[in-house]
């Protein structure tokens, strides 16, 4: 959930907040208790789609660069001995094709660093009648063998996980949406508590207010478009400098330091690219209607 939905779903919280407070006198306005506990339904679900999707998200980065962790060290023993080993035997061909560095190694892509060990690998294993007095064992050779099997298998994972995660995602946009109706009903309704409870109306457009971090952005009005936050999938923080463009080219912005981006758009269906260094590129058709600024957050993904 980036930081704007973040503070759409405290702003619900606060106004659920408003009407605990003054229940009994809102319970007098026709609908209005519907309207709540419709409301109250949607942000459940969300949190709790939210708890879901952080705990997969936390835990699995965190198993993940445990166990990579563990493979670079592993390999790195093995560099070191390889190295000895080739410098002593003066065999040039050999020493190039295992002389990584730990920075190498953990600036490595996952499929490089996987390809990497396993060189190591095959020349640990052709060499080990001879290297036992340079330090190298066949555990060694087994352990990073290990870790090259666990590391495989968790890189795996999040391609397996991403259609879960991003049901997760369309399942709290869908309440959120729900939430957006509601609310806009809520306004309407709350209106007459004008009629005789002023106070009353006035706490409750208190609740209603937001942060806008929409508000922080320079861009210049626009009417008829597009906007939102662009995010990376995995990690879920703002990237800020992505490039929004529409199909034709010309009409082209930039994600600020929040990852949010308000692009102008014709009205109609138009096909939008995101992209950014190091993601694949994110390519949909939206269809934009005249006098709307159509919100549509975007995650980006990185190369399998």
């Not at 709790?48 to 699995?60: A, I, P």
């Not at 295992?98 to 190591?120: H, P, Q």
């Not at 995602?169 to 109706?181: H, L, N, T, Y």
């Not at 990376?232 to 080219?249: H, R, S």
Request: negative net charge; hydrophobic residues 35%.
């Amino acid at each position: 959930m980036n930081r704007y939905k973040e503070n759409k779903l405290s702003m619900y919280r606060t106004v659920l907040e408003w009407y605990k407070i003054h229940e009994a006198e809102v319970n007098a306005i026709p609908m209005l208790k519907t309207f709540i506990l419709s409301i109250i339904d949607e942000v459940t679900k969300i949190e709790g789609l939210n708890v879901m999707h952080q705990t997969d998200l936390t835990g699995f980065t965190l198993e993940k660069r445990q166990i990579r962790d563990n493979l670079e060290k592993s390999a790195m023993q093995l560099v070191w001995t390889l190295t000895a080993f080739f410098d002593h035997k003066d065999s040039i061909i050999e020493g190039t094709d295992i002389s990584f560095s730990i920075s190498d190694l953990r600036n490595a892509s996952d499929e490089s660093l996987k390809i990497n060990c396993l060189k190591l690998i095959g020349h640990a294993t052709t060499n080990i009648a001879d290297m036992a007095d340079y330090g190298l064992t066949q555990q060694m050779i087994d352990d990073t063998n290990v870790y090259i099997e666990k590391f495989a298998a968790i890189v795996k994972a999040p391609r397996q996980r991403i259609g879960e995660r991003k049901s997760q995602k369309e399942k709290m946009d869908i309440s959120f949406r729900a939430i957006d109706k509601l609310m806009g009903r809520l306004d309407k309704t709350a209106n007459l508590l004008r009629l005789n409870r002023e106070d009353l109306f006035v706490s409750y457009t208190s609740a209603r207010v937001m942060v806008d971090l929409k508000g922080k952005s320079k861009s210049p009005e626009i009417k008829t478009g597009m906007e939102g936050i662009v995010t990376d999938f995995e990690t879920e923080q703002p990237i800020a400098g992505a490039e929004v463009k529409a199909d034709n080219g010309k009409t082209v912005v930039k994600t600020d330091d929040e990852g949010y981006y308000r692009i102008a758009l014709p009205a109609g269906e138009t096909k939008i690219h995101v992209s950014y260094s190091g993601f694949t590129t994110h390519t949909e058709t939206v269809e934009i209607e005249d006098g709307i600024l159509f919100e549509n957050d975007i995650e980006l993904e990185k190369p399998e």
